[in-house]
């Protein structure tokens, strides 16, 4: 069982930064893939990136390339999203989810791969 705790949302300007956190209980993080999903309202949860248990695939959606950067800290149990330039269309719900089954260099981006799920942080990005 692994369980997903995201912190780091907020309200934040048009063009600012936020960065989240998952923090994931047990000791099985490093051979999990990771991904962030995302659901605004009135709209289907969406992908927005991923990282392989190794760190090192990562894999985005068009909409967040050169914005975005997702990363992970094996030894601290510990995923990242940095968003930066932030827009209104970002605005939704942020949440984290782990790939139990993923080999090392794998990042899915459907959610029907992901296994675990944190309960969301939102996001808020005003004009």
């Known amino acids: 069982q692994v369980q997903l705790v995201e912190s780091g949302g907020g309200l934040v300007q048009a063009g600012g930064s936020l960065r989240l956190s998952c923090a994931a209980s047990?000791?099985?993080?490093?051979?999990?893939?990771m991904g962030w999903f995302r659901q605004a309202p009135g709209k289907e949860r969406e992908f927005v990136t991923a990282?392989?248990?190794?760190?090192?695939?990562?894999r985005y959606a068009d909409s967040v390339k050169g914005r975005f950067t997702i990363s992970r800290d094996n030894a601290k149990n510990t995923m990242y999203l940095q968003m930066n330039s932030l827009k209104p269309e970002d605005t939704a719900i942020y949440y984290c989810?782990?790939?139990?089954?993923?080999?090392?260099?794998?990042?899915?981006?459907?959610?029907?791969?992901?296994?675990?799920w944190g309960q969301g942080t939102q996001v808020t990005v005003s004009s």
């Open positions: 989810a782990a790939d139990r089954g993923a080999d090392s260099y794998y990042a899915g981006d459907s959610a029907s791969v992901y296994d675990y």
């Open positions: 047990g000791r099985t993080f490093s051979s999990t893939a």
């Open positions: 990282i392989s248990r190794n760190g090192v695939n990562t």
